[in-house]
T-cell receptor, first 111, second 111 residues
Framework: NAGVTQTPKFRVLKTGQSMTLLCAQD?????MYWYRQDPGMGLRLIHY???????AKGEVPDGYNVSRLKKQNFLLGLESAAPSQTSVYFC??????????FGDGTRLSIL | AQSVTQLGSHVSVSEGALVLLRCNYS??????LFWYVQYPNQGLQLLLK??????LVKGINGFEAEFKKSETSFHLTKPSAHMSVAAEYFC?????????FGKGTMLLVSP
């Protein structure tokens, strides 16, 4: 049972490039989340989804887009990467909002 | 809206000493409360949760926390520290489908 899997684990981008982070869960969870973690800031919610085909904004949504075309997958996109988006990104899923199960993170550096 | 304050970004204890990590919340109604632990280069793991019922909650690895409504607190304790519990700890609160995290407390354990 893999739980929550994030792809890729590491990535370096140049300013202005685009990329998509993939999150996959095999627990049949309805809810999925994307967070970013920065030193001294805790985890901040970017976007979340309460079911297939739905998305909602979190605390820090600007510069990101998401899609939930399949129940098991939640994609996070950066259309034009900026150095301020250098961070560790975590995906999480849950059955009914909580508790949330987390992936191991994607470390993204933008030069 | 809800918020979480973790007192102390770093807490240092000696091996065998009591661990006390402080968390205070702000919420208009009684929330659900959580403690998560994060080891280096890993995602967050659920330590324990309070939803309803007994206010003293026991979690994994000998941790426990007590919900005190009158003090709006949910402090995490462990009677005797071990090197293996050195990690970052996050308190979180929810009223629905999303979590609000504190900024985290790094627990340092010295021999």
């Amino acid at each position: 049972n893999a739980g929550v899997t994030q792809t890729p684990k590491f990535r370096v981008l140049k300013t202005g490039q685009s990329m998509t982070l993939l999150c996959a869960q095999d627990m049949n969870h309805e809810y999925m989340y994307w967070y970013r973690q920065d030193p001294g800031m805790g985890l901040r919610l970017i976007h979340y989804s309460v079911g297939e085909g739905t998305t909602a904004k979190g605390e820090v949504p600007d510069g990101y887009n998401v899609s939930r075309l399949k129940k098991q997958n939640f994609l996070l996109g950066l259309e034009s990467a900026a150095p301020s988006q250098t961070s560790v990104y975590f995906c999480a899923s849950s059955y009914a909002g909580q508790p949330q199960h987390f992936g191991d993170g994607t470390r993204l550096s933008i030069l | 809206a809800q918020s979480v304050t973790q007192l102390g970004s770093h807490v240092s204890v000696s091996e065998g000493a009591l661990v006390l990590l402080r968390c205070n919340y702000s919420s208009s109604v009684p929330p659900y409360l959580f403690w998560y632990v994060q080891y280096p280069n890993q995602g967050l793991q659920l330590l324990l949760k309070y939803t309803t019922g007994a206010t003293l909650v026991k979690g994994i690895n000998g941790f426990e926390a007590e919900f005190k409504k009158s003090e709006t607190s949910f402090h995490l304790t462990k009677p005797s520290a071990h090197m293996s519990v050195a990690a970052e700890y996050f308190c979180a609160v929810t009223l629905g489908s999303t979590l609000t995290f504190g900024k985290g407390t790094m627990l340092l354990v010295s021999p």
